[in-house]
């Protein structure tokens, strides 16, 4: 299995050495091209002077002066070229190099080629010029003219080496290699170190995400120093996925030992009765009233099994939206009010409804939204003291709805609010052993809330407690 070192180097050195490559070719083509047509230029100039020159000496017929042949020679040394006339038949009959006479002289050239500098006045050509020369050389022939009839009498053919041309290209080239070698060194240590350096967060992650899948919930992955923004939200992500399993995991921990100790007491309970009664201990006189007591925490049971599934229920799939529906939360609070009409007047609680006047829609699961309204009422009248106070009110704004269930009684330490909504959490450590209530009501309310889309908060200060709700306004 390739890394990502090899995944990123080989393609990436791929490229750098075809471009390169590209570049070197290019750039030793377009120097060779200038170096070339420099020297052309050049020998041209040269080329061009020279015939001027013996165009005017070939008036006079004077070709072979002294003042012509120096004039030839410091030409030719001053360009550091070399130069050859040749008469109108292509017969060569002075060299630069040796203008007093030379072995060259007599010599023919090609037919065809003189043709061709008489037609296009110039020609540029490179090769070896034998049997003159045996190393390759720039040649430029340019025509004699007559000064009169401007036609042609002879021609001039200038000439220099290719080689130090050749030694500058090749000079060039050399140091193109040497720094080209140097760059692609140093990118490949540079690309060495930095895929060193992003693969360590992500060998980092990896150890932590087999840590954790070994068991280690508490396993996280720690970035220091400065990595790629994208390496950090992957351990960001990481980090926030790991503490929230492993919130869950100790959530479900939790539950698994809330219900197992939940049930423990009202099973130990049933059985001891039913043992009781089977064995002669209960007689049977008192059996109908031990009977009756089994009934009630069978029923206790029964309710855990229905909160627990409603619970299951919420945190699988929410309310579906075709379960909701518009409603009146007016009538709503007011018929949830009227199931309690029984507790309240047994304590002598003072109620308190602030309500509109108008019908109040909304859009919502009626009947979770009834049981909400019944676990908050329920709750603060059973916190309620003998003649306190309980609130009930709903107000609007423009676009909410906001329910509000308030009772007087002993204040909730502020330690205890954020703890009040979880699973089994309760409030009154004693109703444990008087075994009112599980413990679940508060977690269904905000479950059913929250899978409405909606907040429910809770505040608690100076004798009074306050929970407030919020669904959307239905004109």
């Known amino acids: 299995m390739k890394s990502t070192f090899s995944r990123n180097f080989f393609p990436a050195a791929i490229m750098l050495l075809a471009a390169m490559l590209l570049v070197g070719t290019s750039f030793r083509a ?36 002294t003042d012509f042949l120096i004039n030839l020679t410091v030409s030719s040394q001053v360009s550091g070229a070399d130069a050859m006339i040749c008469d109108q038949q292509g017969q060569l009959l002075l060299c630069s190099d040796a203008p007093f006479g030379c072995e060259h002289q007599g010599m023919v050239v090609n037919s065809e080629y003189l043709q061709r500098v008489f037609t296009q006045g110039v020609a540029r050509d490179t090769g070896i010029m034998e049997p003159i020369y045996d190393q390759a050389r720039y040649i430029v022939s340019v025509p004699i003219l007559d000064a009169v009839t401007s036609t042609p009498v002879g021609l001039v053919m200038v000439s220099s080496p290719m080689a130090a041309t050749m030694k500058v290209l090749k000079q060039a080239t050399d140091i193109y290699l040497f720094v080209s070698l140097l760059v692609i060194a140093i990118a490949v240590v540079a690309m060495t170190i930095n895929a060193r350096r992003q693969a360590k967060p992500l060998q980092q992650l990896a150890k932590a995400a087999n840590a954790f899948g070994h068991g280690d919930l508490k396993a996280r992955v720690q970035l220091k120093g400065s990595h790629p923004r994208e390496v950090e939200e992957l351990a960001l992500a990481f980090n926030n996925m790991a503490s929230y399993l492993e919130k869950s995991e100790y959530q479900r921990q939790e539950f698994v030992a809330n219900v197992s100790h939940e049930l423990k007491t009202p099973m130990t309970t049933i059985g001891g009765y039913v043992d009781g009664m089977l064995d002669g201990t209960i007689p049977p006189e008192r059996q109908k009233h031990y009977m009756r007591l089994v009934s009630d925490e069978t029923k206790r049971l029964s309710r855990l099994v229905r909160s627990m599934l409603d619970i299951s229920r919420l945190d699988q799939g929410g309310i579906p939206d075709e379960r909701k529906s518009r409603f009146d939360l007016c009538e709503c609070l007011g018929q949830v009010l009227i199931t309690f009409e029984q507790k309240i007047n047994g304590k002598g609680l003072e109620v308190e409804v602030a309500m509109p006047e108008h019908p109040v829609y909304t859009r919502a699961d009626r009947d979770s939204i009834t049981q909400v309204v019944y676990n908050l009422v329920d709750n603060a009248v059973k916190f309620c003291p003998q003649g306190g106070k309980l609130c009930l009110k709903l107000r609007e704004s423009s676009t909410k709805v906001y329910v509000s269930v308030a009772n007087d009684g002993d204040t909730i330490p502020p330690e205890e609010l954020p703890l009040v909504f979880d699973r089994f959490h309760k409030l009154d450590k004693s109703r444990s052993q008087n075994r009112d209530g599980w413990g679940l009501g508060l977690y269904i309310v905000k479950t059913i809330i929250c899978s409405h889309g909606e907040d429910i908060s809770v505040t608690s200060r100076e004798g009074k407690t306050e929970f407030t709700f919020t669904l959307p306004l239905v004109n």
């Open 30 to 65: 377009l120097l060779g091209s200038y170096l070339e047509d420099n020297a052309m230029e050049g020998l041209e100039n040269d080329a061009s002077t020279i015939a001027a020159l013996a165009q005017a000496y070939y008036l006079d017929r004077n070709l072979d002066s």
